[in-house]
């Protein structure tokens, strides 16, 4: 190695250093500890006490574990789902030449500066099976709504549809992927004589599915990582009946209600690898159809 | 203020060396201004305290901590060698969680006012310190304590922490609704069954008539469909406030656990209470009573069921007067001993009764000066200023005359008496509590919701709690092994 390339070397990794400090820091010791306790009866107080795999062993038979990730796949499917449908709805339409669209584009990202405890108080007053906006609006319809967040059929579509009130920021990565469109390409399809859903599917959406694959793949996180809606609005039992007791919500009783963090790792594990599994699927699935190539 | 000097820094110097400048100069600023406050030759000893009130009951705990820093001065003023003893008061939220981590980091504070459900699982994982030394030093006689109060701080054998501010609960009536019912409001209901006659007649429903016509009606009124019906006032409701569901047992002598290594979730006593819960559900109808319950706002507010007079009776605790005089104060109301089942005059009584308690972190860096602020705090007056601040009784078998005097609750002997009644029930005291209330809290919501009769729903909670009970004893005996 000459002496420049050791200079840039040097200043290379200099550079990299505090980034990779706070990698080593904050992320990957954290990540091999919990791994450890995951192998530990741990309560932090006192030192851990390995065990092996029984924590996991544990968990296979623990029908908490098996319905926090019933739910959680519930949510993160009807999330993911129904967000994409959603704000790639509304980025379709916000992209279009109207009067005033910089208002309306505001208009749906404010939701997404919301706080989420802020969002979840206000969405529990909207969900209130007697008084809620929700329900009044619906009685004025001659529609008897549920009870929302009271009744178990209900209250995970309910926490759903908050998610996807939320996808404000969503709808700006759309928008900024749709802009990214060269408009010969429809120039090219109109002349063709191609409809608007033949645009839409031949042109736009090969054109902004590196894009979808982006938004996919972080919703699905985010997903399986719902917590604060269900702490908020259903409490930390996951009420009614458990319906809302999602993964990470049942993670957090183990851990910090009933100091079992060794159990807690373990499940925090298991999170990650179906996590890094989820992903790993989505991203084989989506080289099938989407281009990064112009 | 002298500090030191900061030197013109190269600009390639590192910001270490700036911030190691600054932080010798604050420090230098410190021990200045710490000399020219002093008179005293010794330094103050400082001591935190984490409190998790706000509002007026943080206010009474800052006038107590005040009195006591204004007496650990006027102590080291009449003489030199007395180092005072101050402390400093940090309020905390979800303190029972904050404490534990601050614990487990190695920095707690050096006292805490915690709740008292919490001593078992903070004393399985030694995140306290003994106190037992301490109050055979001092000369501590127990029996200066209300019995139940007293043990919510001992746990295996050992004292942990000691009560400060006691709590109970009784029922609690609106005596205009009473009236309007035509019940006499100075005869609340003794037993059970007269609670249940009593709030068939305090149940009010719109009724649309097959005319079109409404008309309000009381009763249950089974003969009418849900359709037809809307309930504008319920006599009582088992599920309102949701604080206490896991506890209806206490009334019908059920326990939770049998000894610190058994549950007893499943007793028949119990199974009778969550029968009891469920016979609203049925007679108001689950669907019913869950739309009613959503129209509700927080307990502390207006809108809450009992201050809104939506519900004529109800179970809550001596801190409802506040909540009255705050949110409500022309509601006509009384007080008495939530009843009994008929024909077992032994459970009359009964009551959740529980308290903020005192206690020392393991790892307080000094234990000794907390103890000495605690003891303090633990002398009759004292404890009567805060309690009285606080809007409750004292944790203490004697009372001054003045106490009742000053108090503003016109019922405060009652829940004194409730405290101290031997039928008075606490928490569990079991290090897997959080567990054991969510499974409950999930039970009874099954039960309320008629999805599960009580006795299933019991049986799968006691086999479960017995399992986690079983599992708790094994970590602790391991953890002792090592």
Known sequence: MSSHARTNLRNGLLFCLPWLLGLTVFLIYPLCAAFYYSLCDYSVLLPPVFIGLDNYLDLAKDPLFWRSLGNTAYFATGSVSLGLLVSLSLALLLNSKVKGVGLYRTIFFLPSLMPVVAGSILWMWMYNGQSGLINTALRALGINGPAWLADPNWAKPAIVIMAVWGAGNAVVVYLAGLQDVPVSLYEAALIDGAGFFQRLFHVTLPMISPVIYFNVVLSIISGFQAFTQAFIMTGSTGAPERSTLFYVLNLYNVGFQDLRMGYASAMAWVLFVLILLVTFVATKLSQRFVTYDR | ?482
């Open chain 2, 1 to 482: 203020m002298k500090g030191r000097p900061v030197r013109a820094l190269h600009p390639r110097a590192g910001a270490a060396t700036l911030f190691g400048a600054v932080a010798l100069s604050l420090s230098a600023l410190t021990a200045t201004s710490g000399c020219a406050t002093s008179t005293n030759e010794q330094s103050p000893r400082h001591i935190t305290y984490w409190e998790k009130w706000t509002g007026f009951e943080g206010e009474a705990m800052d006038a107590v901590i005040d009195d006591f820093n204004a007496k650990e001065i006027a102590h080291a003023k009449a003489d030199p060698k007395y180092a005072p003893i101050e402390v400093e008061k940090v309020t905390v939220s979800k303190i029972e969680q904050k404490l534990l981590i601050a614990i487990a980091g190695g920095n707690p504070p050096d006292l805490a006012g915690n709740y008292s459900f919490c001593v078992a699982a903070y004393a399985d994982n030694g995140a306290l310190t003994d106190l037992g030394p301490l109050l055979a030093k001092s000369g501590f006689d127990r029996s200066r304590y209300i019995e139940h109060y007293m043990r919510l701080g001992e746990y295996r054998g050992k004292t942990w922490a000691l009560p400060l501010v006691p709590a109970s609960t009784a029922l609690l009536i609106n005596t205009r609704l009473f009236r309007e019912a035509g019940l006499d409001p100075t005869r609340p209901p003794t037993t059970i069954e007269e609670l249940d006659a009593y709030a068939e007649k305090l149940t009010k429903w719109e009724v649309t008539l097959p005319s079109g016509q409404k008309q309000i009606q009381a009763g249950y009124l089974p003969e009418v469909p849900a359709s037809h019906k809307r309930l504008l006032q319920a006599g009582f409701l088992p599920g309102e406030p949701a604080w206490f569901l896991y506890g209806w047992g206490d009334f019908f002598g059920g326990r939770l656990i049998d000894g610190p290594d058994a549950i007893s979730a499943a007793d028949p006593a119990n199974v009778r209470a969550f029968e009891w819960v469920a016979s609203y559900s049925r007679k108001f109808g689950a669907e019913v009573i869950k739309r009613f319950r959503s129209g509700f706002g927080n307990s502390s507010s207006p809108q809450s069921a009992f201050l809104s007079g939506k519900v004529a009776m109800t179970l809550q605790g001596v801190w409802m007067h506040n909540y009255i005089e705050k949110y409500a104060p022309g509601l006509q109301w009384s007080a008495a001993p939530f009843p009994y089942p008929a024909g077992h005059p032994e459970l009359a009584g009964a009551s959740h009764a529980e308290a903020d308690v005192l206690m020392i972190p393991k790892g307080s860096s000094h234990p000794e000066e907390a103890f000495a602020f605690m003891q303090y705090a633990s002398t009759q007056p004292v404890l009567e200023k805060l309690c009285l601040a606080q809007q409750k009784f004292t944790p203490l078998s004697s009372v001054s005359e003045d106490f009742w005097l000053l108090h503003p609750n016109p019922y405060i002997r009652l829940f004194r008496e409730l405290g101290m009644s031997k039928n008075a029930v606490a928490i569990p005291q079991t290090g897997i509590w959080n567990e054991y209330k969510r499974e409950m809290d999930n039970a009874i919501d099954l039960v309320q919701t008629l999805k599960q009769p009580p006795a299933l729903a019991l049986a799968e909670v006691q086999t479960k709690m017995q399992a986690a009970l079983d599992r708790n004893r094994k970590i602790l005996a391991r953890r002792e092994a090592k």
